[in-house]
């Protein structure tokens, strides 16, 4: 999804993308052009396989893999899209998503994190990814009234999720198996379902031989218009102009500083 279509309907989430990537394919991904935002965050998810990542901010370095999350929260602007790099392995199969920011910070600081999966959170077979579900809450400092989590239901099992008041705006999306969603709702691998309007449970169910591995977003509905840029998404046009300034900006100082590419090949996020 992209915020010109059903982003307008399912706002706060605005933009959805499954990466699939076969060994030669991951091998080429360090071509990926780096790209600006603002007015967003964007969360990265890996189901399969795993990305390194270096991040000379804080010193650290490691793996992202199943249950991990990069967190970018690009608000007045950054510029990003080669700080992962592929590990050796034979495939990566992972979802991008972006978050709308509320109007408080969508012009704001911008930040970055990786975390791990042995420091992320989980309730039942979900990693809570963003948000809090069952009390137990993310690492990730994302906007109050946004829940966004990892599952893999095994063959057969069964899983409710109960949003909380006010979370009205809901949907799923899977990367692999089958799931049935009720009144005769099959979803397969690469579909996305969104879900009616409210606050009733939602009881899913893994329906086939493999492992049901997707994520679902629940939320309080993102009460503004969505004012698009090419890799931005704002509150208002006053807001946009404010955030495509901030990135021409950085895009000049990211020619000045030449070349930025890391010892592990990645290049840091410019913010």
């Known amino acids: 999804m992209s915020p010109s279509d059903l982003g307008q309907a399912i706002k ?3 933009f959805l993308d499954i990466f699939d990537a076969d060994r030669h394919t991951v091998q080429t ?9 603002s007015g967003i965050a964007t969360v990265t998810v890996p189901v399969e396989g795993a990305f390194r990542y270096e991040d000379p901010d804080s010193g650290t370095s490691g793996t992202l893999g199943y249950g991990a999350v990069e967190w970018a929260q690009a608000g007045g602007g950054m510029w990003h899209g080669q700080e992962l790099s592929a590990a050796d392995v034979p495939r990566i199969q992972g979802f991008q998503l972006w978050l709308a920011l509320p109007a408080e910070l969508e ?8 975390i791990e999966a042995q420091h992320m959170r989980q ?6 990814i963003v948000g809090s579900h069952e009390g137990v809450k993310s690492p990730v400092p994302a906007p109050e009234g946004i829940t966004y989590l990892l599952v893999t239901l095994k063959s057969g ?6 949003p909380p008041t006010g979370y009205t705006v809901g949907w799923l999306a899977l990367a ?18 969104v879900f009616e309007q409210g606050e009733i449970p939602i009881t899913l169910e893994a329906a086939s031989d493999a492992d ?3 994520v679902l977003g629940s939320a309080v509905p993102h009460p503004h218009p969505l004012h698009l840029g090419y ?5 208002s046009a006053q807001a946009l102009e404010a955030g495509e300034r901030r990135i021409a900006e950085l895009g000049k100082k990211l020619k000045e500083l030449g070349n930025r590419r890391t010892a592990s090949g990645t290049i840091p996020v410019l913010r």
Do not use: I
């Open 12 to 14: 706060p989430f605005v």
């Open 29 to 37: 991904m360090a071509g990926m052009p780096l790209h600006p935002h």
């Open 107 to 114: 012009n704001g600081e911008s930040e970055s994190r990786y």
């Open 123 to 128: 309730a039942g077979p979900a990693h809570v």
């Open 157 to 162: 099992e069964r899983w409710t999720y109960q």
């Open 176 to 193: 692999k198996g089958k799931l049935n969603a009720g009144a005769d709702t099959l979803v397969s691998g690469g579909e996305m379902v």
């Open 212 to 214: 049901a591995v997707f």
């Open 231 to 235: 890799y931005s998404v704002h509150t």
